[in-house]
């Protein structure tokens, strides 16, 4: 069966249950630990409504807890990235 012959549901699942949760684990231990990441971020600027630049840094320590489960060149380049449009955010601001 080609990509084009499945659902996107089954090629969905094929992805959770397949690489990525031998790369990350668990999906419920890793969004959980993204959870405890994203809360300890969130509590340090809650005196303010989130930005561009927020969501940027969030995605990156998302990038960082994946990378701790399995570490991986490639979150730390999409780790970079994410910092690197948080920054575009800034200047743009």
Do not use: H
């Amino acid at each position: 069966m080609s990509i084009l012959e499945t659902t996107i549901l089954q090629e969905a699942d094929s992805v959770v249950n397949g690489d990525r949760q031998d790369d990350y684990g668990a999906p419920e231990d890793n969004l959980a630990n993204i959870a405890q990441g994203w809360n300890g971020y969130l509590s340090a600027v809650s005196s303010r409504p989130l930005d561009g630049r927020d969501v940027g840094n969030m995605m990156a320590i998302l990038k960082a807890i994946r990378d701790a489960n399995r570490p991986k060149r490639d979150n730390l380049v999409d780790g970079a990235g994410y910092f690197e449009c948080a920054d575009r955010c800034e200047i743009k601001r």
